[in-house]
């Protein structure tokens, strides 16, 4: 009715995934995000081609990630993706939904499964109607017996303009009085 399920069944030691990327453009007037059914994807403020916040590869055969999100098991080390890329976890199982203004995906650890052993993992990705914002939500619970320790990463790859370049004129700085991670690229302008 009113989301496209997109099943990601493990076969042959790997996510079988559509023949192409499943895109999904999830946008207001003044900021937006491309999410494919792995959780690839690139977002952008006011427009999607010449002010790129992360890459987007248009490569429909590898799907490769600019921003990805990584849990990470603090008792044994292991990590993995709650999304279907880059790091999935075989283990698990996983589905990718998309819908009118948003994408949801969902990760099912087998109970019993040697690592994450009933943990289940639902992100869902959206833009505000009116801010120029990309919201993550991520929802962990936890059907297995024990209690777990995560560590939560999220990695973006920088463009803040046109195209990714080698090397980065991207700027990092810390604001401490207001716990903010800032950055900017000199050549982008106004931007």
């Given at each position: 009715?009113?989301e ?45 081609q ?48 998309h ?12 109970v019993?499964?040697?690592?994450l ?75």
């Amino acid at each position: 009715g009113s989301e496209y399920h997109i099943p990601l069944p493990w076969r042959d030691g790997r996510l079988r995934r559509p023949p192409m990327p499943w895109i999904n453009v999830i946008a207001n007037e003044r900021f937006g995000l491309l999410v494919s059914e792995s959780g690839a994807g690139c977002t952008w403020s006011r427009n999607s081609q010449a002010h790129r916040l992360t890459p987007w590869y248009n490569d429909p055969v590898s799907d490769p990630h600019g921003e990805a999100l990584y849990i990470r098991d603090e008792s044994d080390g292991r990590f993995w993706s709650p999304l279907p890329g880059p790091a999935p976890d075989a283990d698990s199982t996983y589905e990718a939904r998309h819908g009118f203004g948003y994408s949801s995906f969902l990760c099912m650890g087998r109970v019993g499964a040697a690592h994450l052993n009933g943990l289940d993992q639902e992100v869902t990705l959206f833009v505000p109607p009116e801010d120029p914002l990309r919201i993550l939500r991520l929802r962990l619970t936890n059907q297995g017996p024990a209690t777990r320790h995560l560590t939560l990463v999220s990695f973006q790859r920088l463009v803040l303009g046109f195209l990714p370049q080698q090397p980065s004129p991207i700027q990092t700085s810390y604001d401490p009085d207001r716990d903010l991670l800032l950055a900017r690229n000199p050549q982008a302008g106004e931007f």
